[in-house]
């Protein structure tokens, strides 16, 4: 909000007024004032919740209520906001400062254990135990790229302040998280990515690895591919949550403000494809993403719901109906449909789903939800929205439903990085 604010201020010349949740309000006055704003735009805050209130408690908020900034009823702090001159205070700064002064490459010598609640305290870590990044550490896990270690990745200017992602501060992170060098052009490829996405609510995200490279770092894609069974699994998923917090500038109640946050974000549902079960005439993702099959590829996706089969597929209910009435549940548009080696075979010999494009499109047709209180039903899936991941171990026909959305598009989204580039 605050940079459409800005456009309409300085180069329309309009006044505007931000509105924000009350439990976000600090960040949007301070730190994006700061950092990304710069501009002289005055907020109101509303009480929080907002969303799954009657438009009773609405009304209320809007007529009742006091703005949380100024003390004032709500319409008479939205008036003075656009029509109180502004104070010096709040006049037009300029463009955004400079970021804050690099801090030292190195620390101070001191104990295992000070280093440790030292790196916690700055809120560096999952809060679990790290690999201290030592200078020897470090420039081991630069021998597994042939990228220069100055060499920056992409500039952060989000949530605040300006920062580079260099291979240097990947590398590091890759230490912290308990990486093999052997890792390394992975985690650089998902540096990319960083900061993961955050919201008020429960967002997570999905890491998906495709190509030659699940088996050159011993990747899991078989049995219990999504539980804490897998070195490379476990640590690549991990340095997406390090990389998040310490160059993304990623910290709760400061820059991410979400009331339940997401178990998931400690390893982001770091996982593979099995592509050597995929039934005959089903691409993996990243073939589907127009990256060649024997291309190495990790693709980020981002979403909130994560829903689990309560048992296995059944001949009597046709397991893709039973998905549908899942998808139903979804409301962002987008679907990720994981499942085992053994429910794609069922799709595809029981039920004649040929490829995953037919599957999707099949949800893209057939899945509706009825909206309240009109009772018009919708069908809210494009069939390029739906995504299916084969992987597993092939013991039990289960799957999961979830929003997580992955783009196929890679020109036009930017989900997928080719892992070889980063060698």
Known sequence: MSRNCKQLEQQYKIPTVGSAASNIIKYAQDHDFKYTNGSPIRYISFPFPVAGQPQSVHHKYIFESKDVVSGKPMMQAFIDALTVPLTDNEKYKGPAPDPDP?????????????????????????????????????????????????????????????????????????????AKREYLPAILALANHIPFGNSTSSMANMILINGPVRDEISMNYGHNVMGPHSEANSVIGRSYTIMSKTIGGLHSKKTTWSTLGSTMQYNNVCIAENEEALPEGWKPFHVQAGFKPNESVITVA?????????????????????????????????????????VARLLNDAYGFKTKEQLSKWFSENVEKTLYPSGEKVKPFQESSVNIIVTGGGGQTTWFVTDFMMSRNMVLMGGSTRIDDWR
């Open 102 to 178: 690099a801090e030292s490459r190195f620390l101070g010598p001191d104990t295992e254990e000070n280093l440790q609640r030292l790196f916690k305290n700055l809120d560096y870590t999952d809060y679990l135990p790290i690999i201290l990044p030592t200078e020897e550490r470090v420039a081991d896990m630069l021998k597994g790229t042939s990228h220069k270690a100055d060499e920056i990745i992409k500039i952060l200017d989000w949530p605040g302040g300006r920062r580079e992602v260099t291979v240097e501060r990947v590398a590091i992170c890759a230490v912290m998280a308990g």
């Open 302 to 342: 981002t979403g909130w719901s994560y829903i689990s089969s309560v048992t296995e597929a059944k001949r009597e209910y046709p397991v893709y109906m039973w998905m549908g009435e899942y998808m139903k549940s979804l409301t962002m548009g987008s679907a990720t449909v994981v499942m085992d080696p053994t």
